[in-house]
């Protein structure tokens, strides 16, 4: 069955790596689009499967500690006992920066391995994929 992607997101099914990228302010509403659409993806894949999500198109976040800290626990307990894999965060902004702070200590010492980069390279260094192959 073929994959039904929110918008801004690319699945390289090949490198088992999905890119999003969020534009203009992020709010709840896209954030839980995306944890739905991985959490589903996660119950129907055959292997795991890395995360890019590049911040550079963002204006602005209207996301709050609360929420973030809250799905960020959500993350770390729905993903409890799968395969490791990693998740990497272009960030761009300080605001940003401030948010992805937030949900790699909350998920820290689990299955979800979540990193923040400021260069792209080094995002794909990590993800061991090329720079393209972040690209949209």
């Known amino acids: 069955m073929k994959m039904k992607l929110p918008p801004n ?3 390289h099914h090949d490198l088992r790596l ?18 739905e659409f991985l959490e589903r993806e996660e119950d129907r894949a055959e292997r795991p499967f890395n ?35 990693k998740s990497a965060f272009y960030v761009t902004s300080e605001a940003v920066e401030r948010l992805v702070k937030i949900h790699i200590l909350m998920t820290n010492h689990s299955p ?16 061991d994929v090329t720079i393209d192959d972040l690209e949209m």
């Not at 990228?21 to 709840?28: A, N, V």
């Not at 990193?115 to 993800?127: E, I, N, Q, R, V």
């Open 51 to 85: 995360r890019f999500t590049d911040n550079s198109k963002l204006d602005g976040v209207d996301l709050d500690f609360s929420f973030v800290s809250r799905i960020s626990l959500h993350r770390r307990l729905s993903y409890a006992g799968r395969p490791p894999v």
């Open 112 to 127: 979800l391995q979540c990193a923040m980069f400021k260069k792209l390279s080094d995002a794909a260094k990590w993800l």
């Open 18 to 35: 999905m890119v999003w990228r969020p534009s203009g302010i992020l709010q709840e509403k896209q954030v839980n689009q995306i944890i």
């Open 9 to 11: 997101v690319l699945f």
